[in-house]
């Protein structure tokens, strides 16, 4: 197992256009999340995962944004009629259940332009 | 208010020298968990060390310590002997509640240790 996977590692999108995350998890880790990181900041939590199942998302989490885990293995992170503003670094985790430290990935970086 | 508190925007340390990165945090929970993430210019956070509320002894990990200050609601990571390989953003974060999964980071300290 080579850790938590996302891809791509970078996007250069035109505003307006949609894009679609992929991000792989450990195995056997039962939990997914993903996070923003905008330049200068700390990560900021967007949604997660259980197995299938969505458990919290973020008022970050506008009505353009929508993420899914549809067998409970990797997850996509779409971002519809994307904004300058959705310039960010995104980072996905995952984490087995009753554990406390997440593994991260190493992102994908979003340019709009 | 800030739930994560950095108030060292960047550090500079000699290497060998042990180095300590300030966290402060905002909870009114009794049960929470406090971690610290390195950054690498490549992105991915990186797991360094974590304490829970109802630890009594400091957490450590190999030349990691956090100085787990409850009544000052401080949580501060100890370097030992830095290398410069140890230069990289450094993020305190918090989970609060009992079966919470969300993470509140700070805004990070850039560390660069000078040779």
């Known amino acids: 197992d080579t850790g938590v996977s996302q891809n791509p590692r970078h996007k250069i999108t035109k505003r307006g256009q949609n894009v679609t995350f992929r991000c792989d998890p450990i195995s056997e880790h039962n939990r997914l999340y993903w996070y923003r990181q905008t330049l200068g900041q700390g990560p900021e939590f967007l949604t997660y995962f259980q197995n299938e199942a969505q458990l919290e998302k973020s008022r970050l989490l506008s009505d353009r944004f929508s993420a899914e885990r549809p067998k409970g293995s990797f997850s996509t992170l779409e971002i519809q009629r994307t904004e300058q503003g959705d310039s960010a670094m995104y980072l996905c985790a995952s984490s087995p259940l009753g554990d406390y430290g997440y593994t991260f990935g190493s992102g994908t970086r979003l340019t709009v332009v | 208010a800030q739930k994560i508190t950095q108030t060292q925007p960047g550090m500079f340390v000699q290497e060998k020298e042990a180095v300590t990165l300030d966290c402060t945090y905002d909870?009114?929970?009794?049960?929470?968990?406090l971690f610290w993430y390195k950054q690498p210019s490549s992105g991915e956070m990186i797991f360094l060390i974590y304490q829970g509320s109802y630890d009594e002894q400091n957490a450590t990990e190999g030349r990691y310590s956090l100085n787990f200050q409850k009544a000052r609601k401080s949580a501060n990571l100890v370097i030992s002997a830095s290398q410069l390989g140890d230069s990289a953003m450094y993020f305190c974060?918090?989970?609060?509640?009992?079966?919470?999964?969300?993470?509140?980071f700070g805004q990070g300290t850039r560390l660069t240790i000078n040779p």
């Open positions: 974060a918090m989970r609060e509640g009992r079966g919470a999964q969300k993470l509140v």
């Open positions: 909870t009114s929970d009794q049960s929470y968990g």
